[in-house]
């Protein structure tokens, strides 16, 4: 089965820290994603990205940036962190090209807090 | 804005009951619709996908869709403990260059033994 792995279970920031959340899949997907989710919020795409090297805005893109250097990893990068990016946050892979109904495969998440 | 609701719950059974989840949807070309299911502390898990009206069955699972009333529904038969969960009802959105998915809320089940 696919696994898609994410490199910290738990983080713990300072405010004004660049933070590096980082995703590695093992099935050669092409569409990776970075979602956060929050009590009473749900599930809110951050950034995706189809291929490597490119990425589009998700529905909450500010404050954050993403890489994909390589198809099997797709890196958040919180630029200067903030405390209201404490969240749980959760990275997805999936077959892309004509297979957009496929069904994502989460990683375990990362919760970040932010002091 | 494209938006996907569910009602937050949380949603009480007794075992062996029929536990019934509902989702309606803003985006009328919608075509794909997802049901996720997350244990606490867990990430999300695909259990069933529907695309076409009418219903789709799988085990003690089935999904209901009606396009024309923007509505999917998950029915769980014979619900178990082990159902108890966080429901995502998840909607593809074609708004990109390629799909990506719009989760509701969550309906929080717990199935009482």
């Known amino acids: 089965d696919v696994k898609v792995t994410q490199s910290s279970r738990y983080l713990v920031k300072r405010t004004g820290e660049k933070v590096f959340l980082e995703c590695v899949q093992d099935m050669d997907h092409e569409n990776m994603f970075w979602y956060r989710q929050d009590p009473g919020l749900g599930l809110r795409l951050i950034y995706f990205s189809y291929d490597v090297k490119m990425k589009e805005k998700g529905d909450i893109p500010e404050g954050y940036s993403v890489s994909r250097e390589k198809k099997e990893r797709f890196s958040l990068i919180l630029e200067s962190a903030s405390t209201n990016q404490t969240s749980m946050y959760l990275c997805a892979s999936r077959k892309g090209g004509a297979a957009t109904n496929e069904k994502l495969f989460f990683g375990s998440g990362t919760q970040l807090s932010v002091l | 804005q494209k938006e996907v609701e569910q009602n937050s719950g949380p949603l009480s059974v007794p075992e062996g009951a029929i536990a019934s989840l509902n989702c309606t949807y803003s985006?009328?070309?919608?075509?794909?619709f997802f049901w996720y299911r997350q244990y606490s502390g867990k990430s999300p898990e695909l259990i069933m996908s529907i695309y076409s009206n009418g219903d789709k069955e799988d085990g003690r699972f089935t999904a209901q869709l009606n396009k024309a009333s923007q509505y999917v529904s998950l029915l769980i038969r014979d619900s178990q403990p082990s159902d108890s969960a966080t429901y995502l009802c998840?909607?593809?959105?074609?708004?990109?260059?390629?799909?990506?998915?719009?989760f509701g809320k969550g309906t929080k089940l717990s199935v009482k033994p």
């Open positions: 985006d009328r070309v919608s075509q794909s």
């Open positions: 998840a909607v593809m959105n074609y708004g990109g260059s390629q799909g990506n998915l719009i």
